[in-house]
């Protein structure tokens, strides 16, 4: 089995800082695409950011230049760093990822999330 776990989120206040983690476990082969999507309980689930099996990151125009995705390829997870936070930024941030796995000694492809963590920002 794949799993995906997240950790990091919590209460800061405007203008503060988070780093989120999503850890990634299983009998992983390749993981390509990780992401990091947020919803609102009002609101429909967006694509934040996400970072390609080479290093190439893309981000939502409302995160860009205050939002940074890595990833750590060794230890098969990957972070979010979230500056100038803004209470519009409050939300369940989930972790995603296309990856594939060999559980049967083969790859399969595979797209998984996480159980997602809570970031409030306010005063």
């Known amino acids: 089995q794949v799993q995906l776990v997240e950790s990091g989120g919590g209460l800061v206040q405007p203008g503060g800082s988070l780093r989120l983690s999503c850890v990634v476990s299983?009998?992983?082969?390749?993981?390509?695409?990780m992401s990091w999507y947020r919803q609102h309980p009002e609101k429909q689930r967006e694509l934040v950011a996400q970072i390609t099996d080479t290093g190439s990151t893309d981000y939502a125009s409302s995160v860009k230049g205050r939002f940074t995705i890595s990833r750590d390829n060794d230890k098969n997870t990957m972070h979010l760093q979230m500056n100038s936070l803004t209470p519009e930024d409050t939300g369940v941030y989930y972790c995603?990822?296309?990856?594939?796995?060999?559980?049967?000694?083969?790859?399969?492809?595979?797209?998984?999330w996480g159980q997602g963590t809570q970031v409030t920002v306010s005063s």
């Open positions: 299983g009998n992983i082969f390749t993981i390509y695409t």
């Open positions: 995603n990822s296309d990856l594939s796995y060999a559980p049967s000694g083969y790859p399969i492809r595979v797209n998984s």
